[in-house]
């Protein structure tokens, strides 16, 4: 695998997918270039051996999975599992401030975002928006202004002389993003604004009204190689755009023989509970269709596994005493198996053993994270997804500094070298059990 390549296309898919949906529509974008074919859930599908398809959920949610030409599904899928979404902030449904002289929009935080990142920080606002046509119907398009439109600006020092040993952020009032000096009477709403916008980026989508949005600002610095010896991956979204990507490009390049499956849900980042997130029925309802019998079924998924893969809390040299003496993760040396007695991850010792030894296969080193037993412990979709479906289920990633910051950063490597070892998994013609 060409790294400087795999990297090259790793940052242009994080610059495209600025919100789940834009991600959802590169991902679905890219499985239909490489001969995917797409369903929906309210029609028949007629499936075949060697077949590829992919459905989305929500526009927000993607499954992409493939029949193998050589063992049906029953016999066991090899399944990758990741998130489309991080934290953010969100329009509110009637956003606009005016005040002292400005014009301001009211956000709400989505996930467990940190906030003091996103002060001074060139924003710009992207999302979904639901509207009326000329005939009345009810219609839904992706928007991206992709220029700067807002920031945040810091309170000055001289205003606030403890900023730099105590100042705390109310999400409320401390973190509405300036747009623009206060507007004049007459200045269209914001909702207009969107309807202009529309118009930019679909000119024959025939707006007569903008109903409702799903919106959020985001940081239009561009993702780069960074480094003395450019070796770190700089962007925001890696947490876990990173990983959907990994996954999309280890099913690409899967052989086709054995049967592969991929889901990226939304929602993750506020507890997985929606009709796209992993706990909703996306997964268990797509695995039923697959193979409608019960009993057909229940062998799928006694014989199947899931990686869930979602990047990991490298170890930082500023901060290395919030991290377990022997389980600190260095940026690129190796994705990371992340382990938890208490079940917040869903690896147990067959299937960490099983992924050790498909990296030893690859020449990938591996490494192991366990978070401090006087600390607590984040969660993915790995324990929700063993725990709804049944599915034995293992949480990977690779090694991150900053998460949940406005720009998160990992090793140029990591990325690639998980790419290897999924796409081994897939490929895996032997038992996903212990014989």
Known sequence: MDVDQFNRELLAFLAAASTPFHAVSALASRLQSAGFSPLRSDQAWSLEPGGRYYLTRNDSSIVAFTIGAEAAPERGMRMVGAHTDSPCLMVKPAPEKRRAGYFQLGVEVYGGA?????????????????????????????????????????????LDREANQSRSI???????????????????????????????????CGVREVLDYELCFYDTQPPALVGLHEEFIASARLDNLLSCFTGLQSLLAADRRQSCLLVCNDHEEVGSLSTSGAQGPL?????????????????????????????AH?????????????HGPLLNAGPVIKINANQRYATNAETAGLFRLLAKEEGVAVQSFVVRSDMGCGSTIGPITAGGTGIRTLDIGVPTFAMHSVRELAGRDDAAHLCRVLQRFYNHSGRLTPA
Request: net charge negative; hydrophobic share 45%.
């Open 314 to 326: 490298g170890i930082h040299p500023n901060y290395a005493d919030k991290h377990d003496d022997n």
């Open 114 to 158: 940190l906030l003091n990142p996103w002060f001074d920080r060139d924003l710009s606002l992207a999302g979904r928006v639901s509207y009326a046509d000329q005939a009345g119907a009810l219609r839904t398009a992706t928007v991206d202004f992709r220029r700067p439109l807002a920031v945040i600006p810091s309170l000055a020092i001289h």
């Open 283 to 311: 997964l268990l309802s797509t695995l039923r269709r697959l193979v409608p019998d019960e009993v057909t079924l229940a062998q799928l998924v006694a014989n199947s596994l899931m990686i869930s893969a979602d990047n």
């Open 170 to 204: 109310n999400p409320q009032t401390d973190i509405l993003p300036v747009l623009a000096l206060r507007a004049e009477p007459g200045t269209p709403s914001f909702r207009e604004l969107l309807r202009d916008r529309l118009l930019v980026e679909h000119p024959d």
